[in-house]
């Protein structure tokens, strides 16, 4: 399941939502969520930060961006695109 | 290979009161199961050399004693965090009579994962199905029955706040302890990638395992990783083995995801087999909601109604007050030159002109940008914002960029300087670099100020027309520059993301304040230093050493770019004016009205229709205003602000000599 899903996440041309990848493994939004958290644990993905590295000693930090909203995002690390281009390779 | 679970064996059974052991996430209702089973006969402290609270009471039923631990709350049993390495240790060493898994019914996955890990550990598990209540309210429906028969465990159905389900959970606990119900857990496997490694580490392990540790869990945990099972075995193997099982965890590191999957799978199979989620009538209001925002077509429709609204509202309440402002700066620079008229004309005209004339007009765009900021503040606290950056990836993505790039692009059409800074916002470097660079393509408002000015003049009542081809010729170079630079000079990294969208929710009125508050005084902190500084030092330069402009050292440059100018059949003075517009968009109109007196006669004689084309393409494209140029200095560094000056500068003047030759070959 998190082959697959990890495999999803790399392949995707553009942003999912968990509901989406949900529909996809034929599971529930909140594993998915819970799945996405295991990996970001083990370094396949990364979660993002409330700002990006320029935001360092911004005055304006605390305020900017997704922070309010509550928006979380994660994007494929290195080690999990590796993980995901083999998938892609050999479906398993 | 041998299950992992031990058989219970503790002869003393008989003699002490059975233990219970209360595990499960924090917040799933075990400290009330705990204190309704145990009452006053409780007594906290500390678990033995930790920090951590523990918490041991009694409780007796039919007769019969029981001891009750409360362990502290974790997600799962991985060594991660004190508190997980406190309650698996305890069910690994103590091994209680009796676990009872404390879930949350409303969110059954997220506790599922720790039964799962709690199924492989000696200890019997009883399921403690709690918050049914808070389920039931959701329209969640959990058959307890089903859940029993696919886990093969006794599930309680329970909600401890309404103290229902209280009885029958020791109740099962009693008659699990007596043997009287059937254990059958029916535990997840691993996946058959990794299962034959699983079995070689196990062989390799087997007889060194000390106890009171299973061979097969401690063969497990050391394919998933866990450290403290790594140092237990690396200290208890000969070095030989060691190096072997080393070796094999080292080539197999994604072990983990076949473990951790096969257990979501097995958590799948469960929430399948005995949850009836809420059906479409009956989804949230963030569900309905998402259904048409997030809609590729409908999505698409309200965002456009949406930004039609955001321009709308901040030009029809933040011109007016723009063009007061503008009448309050004037004002003061008159007063400013009246009250300096004993001094030397230079300095009370460089103060006017220069300083009032040049800062004072970028303050009085702050009407506007403090409407657009309240406007995206809102947008921002109801969840709205994400789902902009959701629609609008598609279209970024062939640039390289995601939805989130979209954000501080729309800041630039009112000022690009915000929109710069905007791309803090963007969490990788490259994609935050190209939204930079490609920002300035973006008209702000002083450039359609200037664009609005001169078109006119050029085009008469085609003005209009030619106005919105500008503005649509800039929006589609930016994006063809955006996927040029992608795929040629910033290829690299795949920009695939999840997005948790957030619940819509009302905003919050301090929330927003506070944010207008601080980008206010953001750009007001620049408008009164860079901006300053350097409509000073331009107007001195526009100034000396004669006084009179046509002679002054902006003047001489300007003649020296003549030739360039000539490319695109503009005059001198036409270059100048273009390049005062480095200091602030505004300026080209300025010099215009010095250079040539009564611009708006004498401009239509100098020029052809394929050179005012030209010029007010190159007004479009060219390098930005120096508060910009000096923001992206200082948000990228000066190695890239220099590729950005010197791309939007042969970009402009690129498209102006296109323009104009095409024009003059088609006989305009």
């Known amino acids: 399941m998190l082959h697959r899903l990890l495999q999803q996440i790399a ?82 | 290979m041998a299950s992992p679970l031990a058989n219970p064996s503790p002869e003393e059974s008989s003699t002490k009161p059975a233990v219970i052991a209360l595990a499960g996430q924090p917040n799933v209702g075990k400290s009330t199961i705990f204190n309704m089973l145990t009452g006053l006969n409780q007594h906290v402290g500390n678990w033995p050399g930790k920090t951590v609270e523990q918490k041991t009471g009694t409780c007796t039923y039919d007769g019969q004693k029981f001891t009750l631990v409360d362990l502290p709350g974790t997600y799962s049993l991985t060594a991660n965090s004190e508190e997980e390495r406190i309650a698996r240790d305890y069910i690994i060493h103590e091994r209680p009579d009796i676990v009872v898994a404390v879930v949350d019914a409303a969110i059954l996955e997220r506790s599922l994962y720790l039964v799962a890990e709690l199924l492989l550990l000696p200890s019997p598990v009883v399921l403690a199905l709690n918050m049914m209540d808070v389920a039931e309210q959701e329209g969640i429906k959990i058959e307890p029955q089903v859940l029993e028969a696919a886990l093969g465990i006794p599930v309680v159905p329970m909600s401890a706040a309404r103290g229902t389900g209280i009885q029958e959970l020791i109740a099962t606990v009693e008659s699990l302890s007596a043997e009287e119900i059937s254990y059958q857990p029916k535990r997840p496997v691993i996946l058959p990638g990794h299962q034959v490694i699983l079995e070689k580490i196990h062989a390799l392990i087997e007889d060194s395992v000390p106890a009171p540790y299973q061979p097969a869990w401690v063969a497990l945990k050391l394919l998933e990783g866990d450290d403290e099972m790594r140092a237990l075995m690396q200290d208890a193997l000969p070095e030989a083995t ?16 076949d473990i951790a999957g096969a257990r979501y799978q097995w958590i799948g199979r469960m929430i399948r087999a005995a949850v009836v989620r809420p059906k479409i009538g009956q989804m949230g209001m963030t569900a309905r909601l998402d259904n048409v925002l997030t809609h590729p077509v409908w999505g698409t429709v309200a965002l456009l109604a949406v930004l039609g609204a955001v321009f709308w509202l901040t030009y029809t309440l933040g011109s007016p007050l723009q063009a007061w402002m503008g009448g309050l ?38 009407p506007i940008l403090v409407i ?25 993505h062939t640039m390289g960029l995601h939805g989130k790039s979209f954000i501080p692009l729309l800041l630039g059409f009112g000022c690009n300087v915000p929109a710069i800074l905007g791309t803090r916002i963007i969490e990788t470097q490259r994609a935050r670099l190209l939204t930079v660079l490609l920002a300035p393509l973006v008209p702000c408002t002083a450039r359609m100020a200037v664009i609005m000015v001169l078109t006119p003049l050029f085009f008469g009542d085609k003005a209009g027309l030619v106005a919105w081809g500008l503005v649509a010729a800039a929006l589609v170079i930016l994006a063809l520059l955006g996927i040029l630079l992608h795929r040629v000079i ?167 000599v296109l323009v104009y030759q095409v024009g003059t070959l088609l006989g305009f």
């Not at chain 2, 900021?373 to 970024?396: K, N, P, S």
Request: contains cysteine.
């Open chain 2, 490 to 656: 910033l290829k690299g990294e795949q920009v695939a993301f999840i997005m948790e969208l957030p619940l819509y929710h009302l905003p919050n009125l301090r929330t927003i304040g506070l944010y207008v508050w601080h980008n206010t005084l953001a750009f007001l902190q620049k408008a009164g230093t860079i901006i300053l500084g350097v409509s000073a030092v331009i107007w001195l330069l526009s100034y000396f050493p004669t006084g009179v402009a046509t002679e002054s050292y902006l003047t001489l440059f300007g003649h020296w770019l003549e030739p360039i100018g000539l490319w695109m059949g503009l005059p001198w003075q036409m270059v100048t004016a273009l390049l005062t517009s480095f200091i602030a968009k505004e300026n080209t109109i300025a010099t215009l009205s010095i250079l040539y007196g009564d611009f708006e006669t004498a401009l239509p004689a100098a020029l052809t229709p394929s050179a005012a084309l030209a010029f007010l393409v190159v007004q479009m494209l060219f390098i930005p205003c120096v508060a910009t140029v000096a923001t992206i200095k200082q948000e990228v560094g000066n190695r890239w602000t220099l590729v950005n000056l010197l791309l939007l500068l042969g970009l402009s003047l690129s498209a102006g």
């Open chain 2, 372 to 396: 657009f900021f309240a406007v995206l503040a809102i947008l921002e606290d109801t969840g709205y914002m994400a789902r902009i950056a959701y629609l609008t990836d598609q279209v970024m």
């Open chain 1, 11 to 92: 392949e995707g041309a553009h942003p999912q939502t968990t509901a989406a990848l949900a529909d996809t493994l034929g599971t529930t939004p909140e594993l998915v969520l819970q799945m996405i958290e295991q990996l970001a644990r083990q370094g396949y993905l990364s979660a993002s930060t409330q700002c990006a590295d320029g935001c360092e000693g911004c005055s304006l930090k605390a305020l900017c961006g997704v922070k309010n909203s509550g928006t979380r995002l994660w994007t494929v690390t290195e080690k999990g695109r590796q993980v995901g281009e083999i998938l892609c390779d050999f479906p398993t």
């Open chain 2, 329 to 366: 700066v004037e004002g003061l620079a008159e007063g400013v030159r009246n009250a300096l008229s004993s001094t030397p004309p230079w300095f009370a005209n460089l103060w006017a002109d220069g300083i009032i004339g040049g800062a004072g007009m970028v303050v009085t765009f702050l």
């Open chain 2, 242 to 257: 060691w190096k072997q099982v080393h070796g094999l965890l080292y080539q197999h590191e994604d072990a983990i995801l």
